[in-house]
């Protein structure tokens, strides 16, 4: 079974221009969670999906970060403008329904901001 | 809300020794705690979990034990190979699905 797919793997990209990571969630799973990991920070909860609809977004850094789940099997997390602090691994994880509480991750996007 | 500490951040052992890593956590309330590990370029990836009803869990060379009046929870690793040199993360929730991750042990296993 194909796990959680995300792209690009890697983006590089100029101060002020506007990033878009896509992740695919593991098919039949209802929840979605994007995190971003930094030195500094460490593995931080941006946002989260219970079928398609946000639940909770207080990670969120600030109103140049939105996130989108259009569908079950699809979801962005946009960066208008992107500036240099924003540069970090982003990741995708997706959640079964039910009982488990197993979160199943993405490969993560690898961003910098130049 | 709930905070999530891990110590150590740095722990390098013998191939064939153990590795301990313990957490703490701040809401009583909080009742599930996994355990993550990240390999170079790749995500976290469930390594064994526990639930507060449950004392110590294990998993061939892992096991997880939990201490709610101390509030705290570590991950034991015996007989350790190369192969588990990574980065390891708790973490801890109220049984929502917003977990709260510790700040991360690296594990160097040396042969």
């Known amino acids: 079974d194909a796990g959680v797919i995300q792209s690009p793997r890697h983006e590089v990209t100029e101060m002020g221009q506007e990033v878009t990571l896509r992740c695919k969630p593991i098919s039949g799973h209802n929840s979605l969670f994007w995190y971003r990991q930094t030195m500094m920070r460490g593995l931080e909860l941006l946002i989260y999906f219970n079928n398609n609809v946000p639940i909770d977004d207080s990670g969120m850094p600030e109103d140049r970060f939105s996130a989108k789940m259009p569908n079950a099997s699809f979801s962005t997390l946009k960066i208008q403008p992107s500036e240099p602090r924003d540069s970090a691994v982003y990741f995708c994880?997706?959640?079964?329904?039910?009982?488990?509480?197993?979160?199943?991750f993405g490969p993560g996007t690898r961003l910098t901001v130049l | 809300g709930e905070n999530v500490e891990q110590h150590p951040s740095t722990l390098s052992v013998q191939e064939g020794d153990s590795a301990v890593i313990k957490c703490t956590y701040s809401d009583s309330a909080s009742n599930y705690f996994p355990w993550y590990k990240q390999e170079l370029g790749k995500g976290p990836q469930l390594i064994i979990d526990?639930?507060?009803?449950?004392g110590e869990k294990k998993d061939q060379r892992i096991a997880v034990t939990l201490n709610k009046t101390a509030k705290h929870f570590s991950l034991h690793i015996t007989e350790t190979q190369p192969e588990d040199s990574a980065v390891y993360f708790c973490?801890?929730?109220?049984?929502?699905?917003?977990?709260?991750f510790g700040t991360g042990t690296r594990l160097q296993v040396f042969p």
């Open positions: 526990i639930r507060s009803n449950v």
């Open positions: 973490a801890a929730t109220l049984g929502t699905d917003k977990l709260i």
């Open positions: 994880a997706s959640k079964p329904a039910g009982l488990s509480l197993t979160q199943y």
